[in-house]
């Protein structure tokens, strides 16, 4: 199949689910800065389960996803992040370049964190293959554009056990200057986030640096503590 006979298909299918009166509040939820078909997530998913299997192939997967990112209404760049997301075993360090084009591209936190899960995948995936893959994500905390950067600082989300607990500390103090409220956010995420792992690492280097974090950052990042 090619890319834009999937594309259309999922056009069609998610025209058939359109509602226009929740459509106006997804909008509104979002400050007005998109357009929205109207289809809430569960809705959403099951409709692409509904669609034809397509082939193991990066360049393909990749293709349709620029390809939706292209559409005016969001739900098209939702799907383009499930397709990312159910096929990150394909995915190489050198497909990230496209997918943090998608991810500048009329950047907010819906799309940004969707694709950073995925990101994070890819980047693991590599790192256990014995590739030295964080070292862009390093590249990726100096990017001007924030929402670059806090795919950077929570690319590590999940890890778990396998955090790599000094990047964390770093990328967190790295960025604790920082003003803009969603890499605020971004900090605490991560740590909290560590926290199911390792609670009292979390508690101790907060606590340390508490003349650095905001109270925004301190706050959420202890809440479960």
Request: hydrophobic share 40%; aromatic share 10%.
């Amino acid at each position: 199949m090619k890319p834009q006979d999937y594309v259309n298909l999922i056009c069609t299918e998610l025209q058939k689910h359109a509602d226009s009166h929740r459509a106006l509040g997804m909008k509104a939820y979002m400050r007005n800065q998109f357009e929205f078909l109207g289809i809430q997530t569960p809705a959403r998913r099951s409709i692409f389960k509904t669609l034809p299997k397509l082939p193991k192939d990066a360049k393909l997967i990749l293709q349709i996803a620029h390809e939706l990112w292209e559409k005016p209404e969001r739900e098209f760049r939702y799907v383009a992040c499930d397709l990312l997301a159910k096929n990150v075993k394909l995915f190489k360090l050198d497909d990230l370049t496209l997918i943090k084009k998608l991810l500048q591209k009329d950047a907010w936190w819906d799309t940004v964190d969707s694709l950073s899960g995925a990101i994070g995948n890819i980047v693991l995936n590599e790192k256990l293959k014995g590739q030295n893959s964080q070292t862009l994500m390093d590249q990726w905390l100096l990017d001007s554009d924030f929402w670059v950067r806090r795919s950077a600082m929570i690319h590590q989300l999940g890890w778990r056990d396998k955090t790599d607990i000094k990047r964390l500390q770093h990328y967190a103090l790295q960025l604790s200057g920082e003003s803009e409220f969603f890499i605020r956010k971004a900090i605490a995420w991560a740590l909290r986030d560590y926290a199911w792992q390792n609670p009292e690492f979390v508690r101790t280097f907060v606590n340390q640096n508490v003349s650095v974090f905001s109270n925004l950052t301190i706050r959420e990042a202890t809440k479960n503590l």
